[in-house]
């Protein structure tokens, strides 16, 4: 079964096992239709799933109860972990929206064909996100703005993009 990271485990919230998160994903409503979800058992290990007891959206940031994470050590080590849902239970996408891992790895050009480096990291702010390209001479932080990302070609692994003064 293949994945999407929606969001990661911050950290346990309070002392019976509930959690806090944050969320990659827009409409967060997705997860009011979940009965379970899925959580990264680590770099190498399969993903698990648990039932959802309870969930609430506040500040930007989600609480979960999970059935099976019981008391604050539980979540704890859970702290860190990502958030999956299947990929056949994403949610379609609009023609210029993109998960996380069709970018990274992406080799970032400007459009006059100067190669950049490639996206190492992506990051939410609360506005939009922020590609972290990395180059042999220097790192460059890319808004995930139309002024600066002009083309992303999924297929080619190519991310066309416009500097802003100041990048």
Known sequence: MRFIEIGRIVKAHGVQGRMKAVYFLDDEGLLSSLDEIFIAAG??????SYRIRALESRGGALFLELEGVADRDAAGALAGRFLLLPEDQAPPLAPDEYYWRDLLDMTVRTEAGEELGRITAIFPTGSNDVY????????????????????????????VVRLLEGL
Do not use: F, H, S, Y
């Open 132 to 159: 972290v390209c990395t180059g042999p001479d220097r790192e460059i932080l890319l808004p995930a703005i139309a002024e600066v990302v002009r083309e992303v070609d999924r297929a080619g692994k190519v991310m």
């Open 43 to 48: 770099p190498e290990g399969a993903a698990r």
